[in-house]
Every structure is written in structure tokens, then in C-alpha cells.
């Protein structure tokens, strides 16, 4: 019996230790502060546009913002914003957004330097990112 529950106790830690280590994509949703700490950290900008209800924004969240590849790219050379149109419509008017989700890269110069409009699965999200 105690060799049944020490089993069981060891198939739980297994398979909890990835849950525990898996990445997280830091992320902000203050533009003016990732900006400074893009150029304090000689990274570049992200901002990725969703909206409520959308769809093709919350794919984007869970099939690339989650992927272990994807976060650890973009944790090694981007600080990460997440804005929502319909509660930034400024800052969407002025990087001339008019669906979501599009992600948009600005350079050190916080500049746009390119951009991603609508929704694309993780292994092109990462290609079209090295093309930018």
C-alpha cells in the first residue's frame, strides 16, 4: 500500500515540474514605460492590438503568445505590450490600426519598423519577426 501512494506521489511531481518551469512572456500594458525599458535594455518594441471578443486575438494569446519559442524570442530581444483598441484608441489611431490582432515593432528609435497584421500560427509569427 505505501509503496502505491509514494508511486502515485512521484507520478505527480513528474508531471508537475513542467507546469512549474514552463515560460512566461513578460508583458506591460503601459507603452510609455516599455519604451524606456526597450531602450534602457536595447531591445526593440512590441505591441500587440487585440480587441474584446475577438476571436483571432485570443488565438493569438493561447497558439503563439504561449509557445515556448515564441516566448523566449521575444523575451530575449522585445519588451512586450498588449493593448486593447477599444481602451487605447489613441495610441491604436496612431500606429493607423483597423483590425486585430496586428502587431506592430518599433526600433530603438521607437519608430515603427514592421508590423504583423492579423492572426498567423507560431513557426510564421517567428519567421516574419527575423524578416522585420
Excluded at 505527480?12 to 514552463?22: K, R
Amino acid at each position: 500500500m505505501n509503496k502505491k501512494i509514494l508511486l502515485l506521489i512521484a507520478i505527480v511531481i513528474v508531471l508537475a515540474i513542467p507546469v512549474c518551469f514552463a515560460a512566461e512572456l513578460n508583458t506591460t500594458d503601459n507603452l510609455d514605460k516599455a519604451v524606456h525599458q526597450a531602450q534602457n535594455q536595447s531591445k526593440k518594441v512590441m505591441i500587440v492590438f487585440d480587441g474584446e471578443g475577438c476571436k483571432y486575438c485570443d488565438m493569438m494569446k493561447h497558439d503563439v503568445l504561449e509557445n515556448d519559442k515564441v516566448i523566449s524570442e521575444l523575451n530575449k530581444d522585445y519588451v512586450v505590450v498588449i493593448l486593447d483598441t477599444d481602451k487605447n484608441p489613441d495610441i491604436a489611431s496612431k500606429y493607423k490600426i483597423f483590425g486585430t490582432p496586428t502587431t506592430v515593432i518599433l526600433g530603438n528609435n521607437s519608430k515603427e519598423i514592421g508590423r504583423i497584421d492579423g492572426y498567423v500560427d507560431a513557426d510564421e509569427f517567428l519567421k516574419e519577426l527575423k524578416e522585420i
